[in-house]
T-cell receptor, first 113, second 113 residues
Framework: DAKTTQPNSMESNEEEPVHLPCNHSTISGTDYIHWYRQLPSQGPEYVIHGLTSNVNNRMASLAIAEDRKSSTLILHRATLRDAAVYYCILRVAGGTSYGKLTFGQGTILTVHP | DAMVIQNPRYQVTQFGKPVTLSCSQTLNHNVMYWYQQKSSQAPKLLFHYYDKDFNNEADTPDNFQSRRPNTSFCFLDIRSPGLGDAAMYLC????????????FGPGTRLTVL
């Protein structure tokens, strides 16, 4: 199964940009890159996803490397509410893991006031 | 308004005493999922329903069962809970399976005494 590698933890200051990296060197051409986050004591929530091109939405931006072996989730101005575990997930297009969200350990983001 | 509702939020049961967790959705989604999340770990998929079609993960213990009587409701039954089954149980839904966003409920925290 395609896997992702993320730093265990990162820290940021409030109102500063945050760049959360993810490596996925075994990604296949049709695998989508998804990001979810889990705030304390809540279920995960969708953040953003992409295939090849960079993507923007109201929550974040997703920058995907040209070779697709890595991606970066960008929070443009971190707030205290962004403190969460961020999961980078590959949704694979085939095999036994087809379509599933297989969560890795994620990155714990701490935001300082 | 809550779209994926889980009841109860906290459940205490005794070792070996059957317990049922419930999930309901107002999104009219085809797919419903159950995840298990143990302390400080990532969510792990137990099984999912695509409409009435049940799909069990290969490593989900037989102790865990599920029912989906209609589109809106899905139940997780733990036939004989052990201490190792203490966890947060997360329900999620999606319109379709492959790349659609999954919407998670707040989870039910199960304690086994």
């Amino acid at each position: 199964d395609a896997k992702t590698t993320q730093p265990n933890s990162m820290e940021s200051n409030e109102e500063e940009p945050v760049h959360l990296p993810c490596n996925h060197s075994t990604i296949s051409g049709t695998d989508y890159i998804h990001w979810y986050r889990q705030l304390p004591s809540q279920g995960p929530e969708y953040v953003i996803h992409g295939l090849t091109s960079n993507v923007n939405n109201r929550m974040a931006s997703l920058a995907i490397a040209e070779d697709r072996k890595s991606s970066t989730l960008i929070l443009h101005r971190a707030t205290l509410r962004d403190a969460a575990v961020y999961y980078c997930i590959l949704r694979v297009a085939g095999g036994t893991s087809y379509g599933k969200l297989t969560f890795g350990q994620g990155t714990i983001l701490t935001v300082h006031p | 308004d809550a779209m994926v509702i889980q009841n109860p939020r906290y459940q205490v049961t005794q070792f070996g005493k059957p317990v049922t967790l419930s999930c309901s959705q107002t999104l009219n989604h085809n797919v419903m999922y159950w995840y298990q999340q143990k302390s400080s770990q990532a969510p792990k998929l137990l099984f999912h329903y695509y409409d009435k079609d049940f799909n069990n993960e290969a490593d989900t213990p037989d102790n865990f069962q599920s029912r989906r009587p209609n589109t809106s409701f899905c139940f997780l039954d733990i036939r004989s809970p052990g201490l190792g089954d203490a966890a947060m149980y997360l329900c999620a839904t999606s319109r379709d399976f492959f790349k659609d966003t999954q919407y998670f409920g707040p989870g039910t925290r199960l304690t086994v005494l």
